[in-house]
């Protein structure tokens, strides 16, 4: 969003703010989840996540439901007693709202334009699970696109469908991919529209990313509670405006978790069970493993050496020589290697190795010191 487009500036706000930016976006009255205890196990549910009135582990009596914000409380200040008391963010856009109009004079943009941030947010889940589907701390991807009240529509849809096949080009599959708009009783209360793109996890469709449309609400709350006007004055037609947002906001720890849940596959060859990591290429952590054949021979532990480290710098790259070559294969497969290059007794002679593809096993005598220029292409990405 921020490197290949003109219309997008990137920004790493604060985690603690002024506890009145919470005050004005809501969460500290309504940033809360109305939450359950069962009397016999003690142990507490989300009412919206159980069903029925009995607690849905020991069918135990439950209690009346209670409020419970989900922000971290810290303080600020030195001197005992006078201390305030601040939040860890619970989600990034606010940091990119309260420096709205920071971005707009350094940046000299105008709308419609974006800012987007990648970081940590926390809420204090009462019940986190699932892998990392659901934790305490998790990253965040938001972009907060401001467009002129009108406009509003027409970019919103622009967005669901640019964020929707955003995933896919991630490679994901389409059928574990689907867009659920919410219905006007589940809409946030800043939202005039909103769609949740949703992936089939191993626990069902759940949520990966909202797209919502937010309109003038943060913009003209965080104006009301500062006191600085954050409209917006075009000079080009002497318009002044307070801008709507659309706002698609994903979570980074579930996107890993979908492409992992995604890229997993399991096959039988040779009467074995083989299970690879269909990862896309780009998101390989590791692009290549140099692999000796043999150990025990300098010469080829020399030589694959001298391979990985004409490697490193263009691409991420391990040496591994731990194991026998079908265990080591296996290993890169599992973690989504796209390429293992071996070193064998012929290598020696003939300068040439061996170049497997994850995904096909199909193998390849290429020279070694064209293996980078061979790669190059396929990794290039
Ligand atoms: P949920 O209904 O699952 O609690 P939410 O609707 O409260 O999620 P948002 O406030 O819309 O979530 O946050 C935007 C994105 O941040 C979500 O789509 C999700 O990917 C991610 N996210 C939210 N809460 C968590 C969490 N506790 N752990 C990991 N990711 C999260």
Redesign the pocket.
């Known amino acids: 969003m921020v490197y290949d487009r003109s219309d997008i500036e990137g920004l790493d706000a604060a985690i603690l703010m002024n506890p009145n930016v919470w005050k004005a976006s809501g969460h500290v009255g309504s940033f809360a989840d109305l939450m359950v205890d069962c009397k016999e196990c003690k142990k507490r549910f989300r009412v919206d996540k159980i069903e029925g009135k009995v607690c849905p582990e020991c069918k135990g009596a439950l209690t009346e439901p209670r409020s419970f914000n989900l922000m971290f409380k810290t303080q600020v200040g030195s001197v005992e007693g006078q201390a305030i008391d601040v939040y860890l963010r619970p ?1 990034t856009a606010q940091g990119i709202f309260v420096n709205f109009a920071n971005v707009l004079v350094s940046s000299r943009k105008k709308p419609p334009f974006g800012v987007a941030q990648i970081g940590k ?1 926390f ?1 204090n ?1 009462i019940t ?1 699970g699932n892998f ?5 701390e ?1 990253e ?1 991807m ?1 972009l907060e696109f401001f467009v002129k009240p009108g406009d509003d529509e027409k970019w919103y849809e622009y967005w669901v469908n640019e964020r929707f096949n955003w995933w896919i080009s991630l490679g994901i599959r389409k059928e574990n991919l689907r867009l659920r708009e919410h219905a006007k009783d589940e809409l946030a209360h800043y939202a005039k529209r909103c769609h ?1 793109i949703e992936f089939m996890f191993p626990m069902g469709w ?5 797209i919502a449309n937010r309109t003038d609400y943060d913009l003209k709350k965080h104006s009301e509670i500062s006191g600085a006007d954050l409209s917006f004055f075009d000079e080009a037609t002497k318009e002044r405006y307070m801008p709507y947002v659309i706002e698609p ?3 980074v ?3 890993v978790l979908a492409v992992l849940v995604d890229g997993y596959r399991s096959e039988q060859v040779k009467d074995k069970e083989r299970v690879y990591l269909a990862l896309d290429y780009r998101l390989a952590p590791i692009k290549v493993a140099v692999l000796p054949l043999l150990k025990n021979r300098p010469e080829i532990v020399e030589m694959a050496h001298k391979l990985r480290d004409d490697i490193r710098g263009s691409y991420r790259v391990v040496y591994d020589d731990t194991a026998a070559i079908g265990r080591l294969y296996r290993r890169q497969d599992e973690i989504g290697t796209p390429f293992c290059v071996t070193v064998d007794v012929d290598s020696l002679t003939d300068g040439k190795v061996t170049v497997r593809n994850r995904d096909t096993m199909q193998q390849e005598r290429v020279e070694a010191s064209r293996v980078k220029e061979m790669l190059a292409p396929k990794l290039c990405m």
């Open positions: 989600e947010s809420r889940e986190t990392t589907f659901r934790c305490r998790f965040q938001e949740d759940s949520e990966l990313e909202g906001s994903g979570g720890d579930r996107g």
